[in-house]
């Protein structure tokens, strides 16, 4: 096998082999698939082993590995340069492109990750109210800066390091931890620190603890709370921008906030991210304000390139989203079948185009449930459905991703797959 070849070889040169911690398989006793090319809703690798694929690459690929949309001609922008450190006409293009998609948003400046976006917006809301506290969700991920690494969901929850040695304890000790979908935690901490939240950050649909909606009446909730304590509320929708809906959760949840991140889709598989909203915030920024904050690839050309062209596609063709979210919910329900007709301790939990089986009976709410999940259960589940040909997030504690070149065959392929792999799960 080539890829565990690689892997030992990775393994010398990169810390466990891998560029992000989830990539290691390690929680579900593998070596990661190392992969050589991908096309629509398949990749493949180094022995030419052909696989299904539900990661992605974590979301941005909603049309497919190497979609013609995405990359036909791509070589005739390449020769036009790839990094100026200067403005171009494209970073314009898919800023109104954004601006035009997402509710209350005024400006948008371009990152490169979604971890730049968060810590970013969160210094524009410090910077904006003056205050230091900032209130985010136990299991809700916001990337990996030090003042949000805690209680940080998937990747922590899989390696059970729920904060991270280097972080001082000084840099989070204006990080307060809420319960996710509770509003009286919430109003608590409030009440507990008075006049000093400058903002609460969230997922609107948590996708970094498996898969977990909000609640309408939380979110509104939230609005409501901050609308009365000028706090800056905050979506990250790093995952669910330009997938939950073209308007993001924003637009399926009919609630504006104040600062929202996106990543992932945005940059359509390039390395991106932004944070924008209101006009008054926004303006803040430097240059045309005092709060800090650069980037030398920030706006990459090749990234606004490869942005455009699928923002573009996803807002001329909704089409796409009746497609991957009927996708997710038929899938959704043949899985409940077979559940059902077995009375396995199993269910799932679908949002959008987003979805978890999750090893655990009840229904998931917020991060203490996770925590029963059947994680044995889930390894034996995942091996044998990567040797069926199916690949998704390693973790349990992960969404599948359903993008536009997924098709009804492979749909019912990954439907016989599921059912024997619960099989073998359950029956070994
Ligand atoms: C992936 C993710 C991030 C971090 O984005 P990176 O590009 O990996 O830095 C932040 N928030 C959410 C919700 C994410 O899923």
Redesign the pocket.
């Known amino acids: 096998m080539e890829s565990e070849k690689l892997f030992k070889e990775a393994c010398q040169y990169i810390p466990g082999g891998v560029n992000?911690p989830v990539r290691a398989f390690r929680n579900v006793d593998m070596t990661p698939i190392f992969v050589e090319r991908g096309k629509g809703c398949r990749v493949y690798d180094h022995d030419n082993n052909e696989y299904i694929d539900y990661i992605g690459s974590?979301?941005p690929l909603i049309l497919g590995h190497a979609s013609d949309i995405l990359i036909e001609d791509i070589d005739k922008e390449i020769v036009m340069g790839t990094s100026f450190g200067l403005p171009t006409k494209k970073e314009i293009e898919l800023a109104k492109i954004m601006v035009d998609a997402y509710p209350g948003m005024d400006m948008v400046r371009m990152v490169?990750?979604?971890?730049?976006?968060?810590m970013s917006a969160i210094r524009v809301a410090r910077g904006y109210t003056k205050r230091d506290k900032i209130i985010k969700f136990e299991g809700?991920?916001?990337?990996?800066s030090d003042c949000l690494l805690v209680q940080a969901?998937s990747g922590a929850l899989t390696f059970q390091t729920p904060t991270s040695p280097g972080v001082p304890d000084d840099l989070i000790r204006n990080t307060l931890v809420c319960q996710y979908n509770d509003l009286e935690s919430v109003k608590t901490m409030i009440q507990n620190n008075k006049d000093e939240i400058a903002c609460i950050i969230l997922?609107p649909v948590?996708?970094?603890m498996g898969l977990v909606e909000a609640t309408r009446e939380f979110i509104q909730g939230l609005r409501d709370i901050c609308n009365e304590n000028q706090i800056v509320l905050i979506f990250?929708?790093?995952?669910?921008g330009f997938r939950l809906s073209y308007q993001g959760a924003a637009g399926y949840y009919g609630v504006t906030p104040d600062l929202a991140?996106f990543?992932?889709i945005i940059g359509g598989g390039l390395?991106?991210?932004a944070y924008g909203g209101k006009k008054e915030l926004m303006s803040i920024v430097s240059p045309s304000g005092p709060v800090y904050q650069a980037g030398t690839l920030s706006g990459n050309p090749l990234a606004m390139t490869m942005g455009i062209r699928q923002l573009s596609y996803l807002r001329d063709h909704p089409e796409v989203y009746d497609h991957i979210n009927n996708y997710a919910l038929k899938l959704k329900q043949d899985i409940e079948k077979i559940i059902e007709e077995n009375d396995y301790p199993c269910h799932v939990q679908c949002c959008g185009s987003l979805l978890t089986l999750f090893f655990k009976k009840e229904y998931i709410s917020h991060y203490k449930d996770v925590q029963g999940c059947d994680l044995k259960a889930f390894t034996r589940y995942y091996q044998a459905m990567v040797k069926k040909g199916f690949i998704f997030a390693p973790s349990q504690f992960e969404g599948i991703f359903i993008s536009y070149a997924h098709n009804e065959n492979d749909l019912k392929l990954t439907l016989t797959a599921i059912k024997e792999a619960l099989k073998e799960c359950y029956e070994y």
């Open positions: 992000s974590w979301g490169n990750s979604g971890t730049e976006a968060t809700n991920y916001h990337g990996h969901g997922e948590a996708c970094n990250d929708e790093v995952i669910t991140c990543g992932k390395p991106v991210g």
